[in-house]
């Protein structure tokens, strides 16, 4: 039986933190193997906010880094940079001429800036006609995100049924798989947000992780500290978890030594692939992922243009 398609885009924005990888990476990672997968660089979506281009370069290549260094195998998964195949803007375009202004308008990305008295630029605008491009180009099957991104599958959804309505069935529906619907708390008990300034790095260095770990806000009257309960069953068995609380009750740096030595088992050997993987070896999966989602994005294209009437031969 052939595998279904599954798609998915990050967006090159610097360094990960635990909550990434308890709520995003991991089950991505469990379950991508299982699909014909595809995982592309979302570099033309950072664009609408990152305006630094050594910035932008070097978190492309770090966030490939980063998916390689947490147990992504390039040769199961097709992973490209969104520039790389201009297609994706092209497809973009003629989806931003099936929806309205209106349509756009209710997007949260949006809705958020303007809410804060911003300017959005046109490219936020439009930003979900880009990732609707993204995941039908492909015939997309599922899409696994955040909670976060629901709202944009939909939005990919609608793009497909109103171009099928018009020109005849081109492309498929897809559907949302949301990765980890209970958000990672972070270090003062919010959800774990770069945003907070309550995070746990990913690849810090031991030390990094430890002082980050006794950062953990705990309430000084209670006998399990519920900060560091809610981060560490996340990260080891809970049966185990909850015997160590059980029996280190009010001895809040027993288990946060406990939490930050877990946290450190579980990190390391990525850190210690992360850094055993160059600039070159990026460069050249990319290449690689490049070339095949290209030929597919071609030949898609070559149907798209000749429902709506470009293609005049
Ligand atoms: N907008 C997504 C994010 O910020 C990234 C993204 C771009 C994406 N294109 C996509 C995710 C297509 C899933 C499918 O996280």
Redesign the pocket.
């Known amino acids: 039986m052939q595998k279904k398609r599954l ?5 090159p924005s610097g360094d990960l933190h635990i909550g990434n990888y308890l709520g995003a990476l991991r089950p991505f990672v469990s379950m991508y193997g299982e699909y014909e997968s595809m995982l ?1 660089v ?1 570099d033309y ?1 950072a664009l609408t906010t990152l305006k630094d281009a050594p910035e932008l370069r070097e978190n492309i290549l770090n966030a490939v880094r980063d998916y390689l260094a947490i147990g992504v195998d390039p040769k199961r998964a097709t992973i490209f940079q ?1 520039s790389a195949v201009p297609a994706h803007t092209e497809l973009a375009w003629i989806l931003e001429c099936m929806v309205t202004v209106p349509f756009l308008m209710q997007a949260h990305a949006y809705k958020d800036k303007v809410s804060k008295g911003l300017d959005a630029n046109a490219g936020l605008f439009a ?1 979900p006609m ?2 609707a491009a ?2 039908l180009m492909y015939d997309t099957d599922v ?1 696994p ?2 909670q ?2 629901k709202q ?2 939909e939005y990919a959804r609608e793009a497909a049924s109103k171009f099928n309505k018009a020109y005849g069935d081109t492309f498929k529906e897809p559907r949302e798989q949301i990765l980890h619907p209970v958000a990672v708390p972070g270090t003062d008990g919010r959800k774990m947000s770069k945003s907070y300034g309550n995070t746990i790095p990913l690849f810090g260095t031991r030390d990094e992780i430890q002082k980050a770990v006794m950062s953990i806000l705990t309430d000084s009257k209670g006998e399990s500290p519920e900060n560091v309960y809610a981060i560490h069953r996340l990260v080891k068995d809970e049966t185990e978890i909850a015997s160590l609380y059980k029996t280190n009750k009010g001895k809040y740096k027993v288990v946060k030594d406990a939490l930050a030595s877990d946290i450190e088992a579980l990190v390391a050997p990525m850190r210690e692939r992360r850094g055993s993987i160059s600039d070159a070896d990026v460069i050249r999966i990319l290449k690689g992922g490049k070339e095949k989602a290209r030929e597919q994005a071609e030949a898609k294209m070559l149907v798209v243009r000749q429902k709506v009437g470009v293609s005049i031969s």
Request: proline content about 0%; charged content about 10%; overall charge negative.
């Open positions: 798609f998915t885009g990050l967006q592309m979302a979506h969104q930003y880009l990732m993204d995941i899409v995100v955040g976060d991104q944009h599958v």
